[in-house]
C-alpha cells in the first residue's frame, strides 16, 4: 500500500473497530482484520504495525483463537491487548493462568518502565480492565514495564523484537493516558508519519457507489437520523434520480419527527429526492402487541421495516439495491465474527433471512458516529442536521420497558419533548453525546392533588460519547433536572415519578433495551 496502514487483528472482543477508531485518531490509516487472515495477506498489505484485540476465550482452553507464531518473526511492531497479550505470552513460552483476582473497570496500574510504550505517561494512571485470564510469568526474553496490585503483568515487552503487550484496554475512555500509550506505540515504535487524513472517503465511496450500481434502482431506508441522511446524500450524489428515499413512520418516533423529516426530504425540501413517505404506525403497533422481549421487539420492527421496504419497491418497479445507515457500532454490538452479540440492531442483525435485493448497500458501515459527521458536513449537509440528536432504528420500541402501545409511546413522546427543550433552553446541550426520555415498566404509588395516583416512572439519560462504543454519565445540573421533572409529573398525564439514569456504558449500553 502507498499509505502507511496499522492492522488490527480482530480476536472477536468488543473493542476491536475501536482501536481501529483510536489508530485513525492518530492520523494513521487503520484496517480491521480476522485474526487468521494468513501471513501471506499480512506481508502484501506491508503494515507499520500490528495490534492483537482482547477477546472473550482463554487461550489455554477449548475454543481458542490463535494466530501463527511466525507472526512474530515478520520484523513488524505487534501491540497485544488484553487477550492479545494473554495470546502473546502464550505462543512465546509464558504462563497464562487464571486470575486469583478477576479486574474489572477503573483499576490504578503503576508504570515501572516509561521507556517506550509509556513515555510521558504518569507512575500511577488509571486504566480500563476487563479479564478474569492473567500473565502469571512473562516470556524468558521479555521485560515486566507495568503491573497492579491484583496483576503482576499489567504490561510486558521485547523491545528488540518490537514486541509489546498490555492487560487493560488503552483504547476506551476509561483508560485515562490510553491515547498516549496507542499514539507512542503508532507514531514513536511503528515509525508512522501520521498523516493520514478521511478527508478522501465521500470522494472514494461515490465512485464506488457508481461502479456497484451502474443503472440500477437504488431504495433507501431513510429515518430521518443522522446516519440514514448522510447515506441518503451520499447516494444521491452517486446515482441522482436513480435513488428513492422510503421514510417508514413506525409511530415510534419523538413527537412532531415525522413531519420534520419530511420537510427536510420532502418535495418541497433542499435536496432533489425522490421521496416517499409510509405512515404505518397501527401496522408497528399490532405486530408489537404483547411482546416484551427487548430482541424480539427488535426484530419484529426491523423485519417489518424490510416488508414495507419491500412492498414500496414492488410499486416502484425492479429495484436492485437497499442502502442502510449501518454505523460500527451497530455492527459490533450485534456481533462479528467471534463477538459476543450484546443486542441486534435493526439493521444488522434484525434483519430476516430473506430479504427481496439483489444486494444491501452500508456505505458508512466502517465509520463511527463521528467520522460520519465529518462526511455529512463533507457532502455540504447543514450542521443543525449532522449534529442532530441521534435517535436509533427502532425508535422508541427500545426507549419503552416491555410492551409497546399507543399510549405508551404517547407518554415517552411529551416526556422526551419537555426533557430535550429544557436542555436547551439551558444552553447544556453543548458537548452531550447523546440525552432522551425513557419509560421504565415500573409503576409507583404517588399522591397529586391530594389523590393517590398509581402511575410510571419516566427515566432520563444523558451521555457524553465521541464513538458511542464508551459512554460517561453527564452530569446535568440539578436546577435542569428537578425543573424538567416538575414540568414532566405535571404535563405528561400517566407519570408520577422521574428517575435519572447515572450509569456509564460499559457496563450499561446507552439504551434501555
Avoid at 427515566?459 to 435542569?480: E, G, H, K, N, Y
Wanted: net charge negative; with cysteine; hydrophobic share 40%.
Amino acid at each position: 500500500m502507498a499509505r502507511e496502514t496499522v492492522i488490527v487483528l480482530d480476536f472477536g472482543g468488543q473493542y476491536n473497530q475501536l482501536i481501529a477508531r483510536r489508530v485513525r485518531e492518530c492520523n494513521v490509516y487503520c484496517e480491521v482484520h480476522p485474526y487468521n487472515i494468513g501471513l501471506s495477506r499480512i506481508r502484501e498489505m506491508n503494515p507499520k504495525g500490528i495490534i492483537f484485540t482482547g477477546g472473550p476465550n482463554s487461550v489455554y482452553g477449548e475454543g481458542a483463537v490463535v494466530c501463527e507464531k511466525e507472526i512474530f518473526d515478520l520484523g513488524i511492531p505487534i501491540l497485544g491487548i488484553c487477550y492479545g497479550s494473554q495470546l502473546m505470552a502464550h505462543l512465546l513460552g509464558g504462563k497464562v493462568t487464571t486470575a486469583p483476582v478477576s479486574e474489572y473497570g477503573k483499576t490504578e496500574v503503576e508504570i515501572d518502565d516509561h521507556a517506550s510504550l509509556f513515555a510521558g505517561v504518569s507512575d500511577k494512571t488509571i486504566c480500563w480492565m476487563s479479564h478474569t485470564d492473567y500473565i502469571e510469568k512473562a516470556p524468558a526474553d521479555f521485560t515486566v514495564t507495568a503491573h497492579t496490585q491484583a496483576c503482576p503483568v499489567a504490561a510486558m515487552e521485547c523491545r528488540e523484537r518490537g514486541l509489546y503487550a498490555v492487560q487493560f484496554h488503552p483504547e476506551v475512555m476509561h483508560t485515562v493516558e490510553g491515547m498516549t500509550m496507542l499514539r507512542n506505540f503508532v507514531i514513536n515504535i511503528c515509525g508512522c508519519a501520521g498523516d493520514w487524513k478521511m478527508d478522501s472517503f465521500v470522494e472514494t465511496t461515490i465512485q464506488a457507489i457508481r461502479d456497484k450500481v451502474g443503472k440500477g434502482k437504488v431504495l433507501c431506508a431513510l429515518s430521518g437520523g443522522v446516519d440514514s441522511s448522510v447515506a441518503a446524500v451520499l447516494l444521491a450524489k452517486a446515482v441522482g434520480r436513480q435513488l428513492t428515499c422510503v421514510f417508514v413512520d413506525h409511530g415510534l418516533l419523538r413527537k412532531n419527527e415525522g413531519d420534520e423529516v419530511e420537510a427536510v426530504f420532502g418535495p418541497d425540501g433542499p435536496y432533489d429526492l425522490n421521496f416517499i413517505r409510509v405512515n404505518a404506525q397501527e401496522r408497528f403497533y399490532q405486530k408489537l402487541a404483547g411482546v416484551t422481549e427487548p430482541e424480539q421487539k427488535r426484530k419484529i420492527i426491523g423485519e417489518e421495516f424490510i416488508r414495507v421496504f419491500e412492498e414500496e419497491a414492488k410499486k416502484i418497479g425492479a429495484v436492485d439495491f437497499l442502502v442502510q445507515g449501518t454505523i460500527y457500532p451497530d455492527v459490533i454490538e450485534s456481533g462479528l465474527g467471534k463477538s459476543a452479540v450484546i443486542k441486534s440492531h435493526h439493521n444488522v442483525g434484525g434483519l430476516p433471512d430473506h430479504v427481496d435485493f439483489k444486494e444491501i448497500i452500508e456505505p458508512l458501515r466502517m465509520l463511527f458516529k463521528d467520522e460520519v459527521r465529518k462526511a455529512g458536513l463533507e457532502l455540504g449537509i447543514p450542521e443543525y442536521l449532522v449534529f442532530r440528536q441521534p435517535f436509533p432504528g427502532p425508535g422508541l420500541g427500545i426507549r419503552i420497558i416491555g410492551e409497546v402501545t399507543a399510549e405508551k409511546v404517547r407518554i415517552v413522546q411529551d416526556a422526551d419533548y419537555i426533557y430535550r427543550e429544557e436542555i436547551a433552553n439551558a444552553g447544556v446541550d453543548k458537548g452531550l453525546g447523546q440525552y432522551f426520555a425513557a419509560l421504565t415498566n415500573m409503576r409507583s404509588v404517588g399522591v397529586m392533588g391530594d389523590e393517590r395516583t398509581y402511575d410510571y416512572a419516566v427515566a432520563l439519560r444523558a451521555v457524553c460519547t465521541s464513538d458511542f462504543m464508551t459512554a460517561d454519565c453527564a452530569q446535568i445540573p440539578w436546577d435542569v433536572l428537578s425543573k424538567v421533572a416538575n414540568r414532566i409529573v405535571n404535563e405528561v398525564k400517566g407519570v408520577n415519578r422521574v428517575l435519572y439514569d447515572c450509569t456509564s456504558k460499559p457496563p450499561a449500553t446507552i439504551e434501555f433495551e
